[in-house]
């Protein structure tokens, strides 16, 4: 059975950090591009991030440029998305994705 479970989110202060992890099991995650995706209270879901299968390739939505990292550990089976920085309008619900399978997400909140 495929599965993605995200972690590492939680409340923070403005300019703080967090590390989100996107745990893959029932299938190997090397082989795949991954995703990561967020959306806020009333808005639509957005593309923060992807990565490709080798992690060499990786693309982010310009409003996290030079904030967010993302880096992917395939001996693991496991993304990551390190976030800096981080802002109010960074709050969201935050997903990882692997071709039609979304994890349960993980909230992030930036609040003082």
């Known amino acids: 059975q495929v599965q993605l479970v995200e972690s590492g989110g939680g409340l923070v202060q403005p300019g703080g950090s967090l590390r989100l992890s996107c745990a893959a099991s029932?299938?190997?995650?090397?082989?795949?591009?991954v995703g990561w995706f967020r959306q806020a209270p009333g808005k639509e879901r957005e593309g923060v991030s992807c990565?490709?299968?080798?992690?060499?390739?990786?693309a982010y939505v310009d409003s996290v440029k030079g904030r967010f990292t993302i880096s992917r550990d395939n001996a693991k089976n496991t993304v990551y998305l390190q976030m800096n920085s981080l802002k109010p309008e960074d709050t969201a619900v935050y997903y990882c994705?692997?071709?039609?399978?979304w994890g349960q997400g993980t909230q992030v909140t930036v609040s003082s």
């Open positions: 994705k692997i071709l039609i399978f």
């Open positions: 029932g299938f190997t995650l090397e082989d795949y591009v």
């Open positions: 990565v490709s299968d080798n992690g060499f390739s990786t």
